[in-house]
């Protein structure tokens, strides 16, 4: 079992930044491809980032490359996403997710095992 729990998401106005924080839980950390994943009231889930066990491979969705980064540091058990020149279009609630069985760096929610309970950002225009 993994437990996952987000933090760092608030009210920032547009070209701001923020950076999200999710805290795993769990000895096989460093095992687990993570991803971040994000939700709009009326829309559905949507690939955000995605960033492989040992750190050195990374996805990006096209509307966040550039502006967004994901990293982690597995000393920590913990996953980031940076987020950068912030949009109103970014307003939503955030969810990191754990991907156990070590299928890649995937843009699908379905194979992620573990989500966090998410976190709001908004981004006032």
């Known amino acids: 079992q993994v437990q996952l729990v987000e933090s760092g998401g608030g009210l920032v106005q547009a070209g701001g930044s923020l950076k999200l924080s999710c805290a795993a839980s769990g000895r096989t950390f460093s095992s687990y491809d993570m991803g971040w994943f994000r939700q709009a009231p009326g829309k559905e889930r949507e690939f955000v980032a995605a960033?492989?066990?040992?750190?050195?491979?990374?996805y990006y969705a096209d509307s966040v490359k550039g502006r967004f980064t994901i990293s982690r540091d597995n000393a920590k058990n913990t996953v980031y996403l940076q987020m950068n020149s912030l949009k109103p279009e970014d307003t939503a609630v955030y969810y990191c997710?754990?991907?156990?069985?070590?299928?890649?760096?995937?843009?699908?929610?379905?194979?992620?095992?573990?989500w966090g309970q998410g976190t709001q950002v908004t981004v006032s225009s």
């Open positions: 960033i492989s066990g040992t750190g050195r491979s990374t």
């Open positions: 997710a754990a991907e156990t069985r070590a299928f890649g760096l995937i843009v699908e929610a379905g194979p992620y095992d573990y």
